[in-house]
Nanobody
Framework: QVQLVESGGGLVQAGGSLRLSCAASGTMLTINTLEWYRQAPGKQREWVAIIDSGGNTNYADSVKGRFTISRDNAKNTVYLQMNSLKPEDTAVYYC????????????WGQGTQVTVSS
């Protein structure tokens, strides 16, 4: 059974930085794409960033130039470095991984709260 565990959220002032981590555990053959999403109170979950198996990345316009997604394949971990944080970045952040075990499935982390104060 594959599990994703997130860490690194917290409270930070506007302009500050945080780094989120999401580690996968369990029996896996390969991890394909890794993504971060976020959901603010009263809003739908939105996509934030993606990194594929080749290390190619893409970002939502709202975070481009401020957030950086990266992966450590040896640790089965994806990171989200968040700089120049704004109050509108406040949300629960979720990681998502496409993982091949016997089958290829999508797995989600439990979410970590990020709160940016003005």
């Amino acid at each position: 059974q594959v599990q994703l565990v997130e860490s690194g959220g917290g409270l930070v002032q506007a302009g500050g930085s945080l780094r989120l981590s999401c580690a996968a555990s369990g029996t896996m053959l390969t991890i394909n794409t890794l993504e971060w999403y976020r959901q603010a109170p009263g809003k739908q979950r939105e996509w934030v960033a993606i990194i594929d198996s080749g290390g190619n990345t893409n970002y939502a316009d709202s975070v481009k130039g401020r957030f950086t997604i990266s992966r450590d394949n040896a640790k089965n971990t994806v990171y989200l470095q968040m700089n120049s944080l704004k109050p509108e970045d406040t949300a629960v952040y979720y990681c998502r991984m496409i993982i091949r075990t016997t089958y290829t499935n999508s797995y989600w982390g439990q979410g970590t709260q990020v709160t940016v104060s003005s």
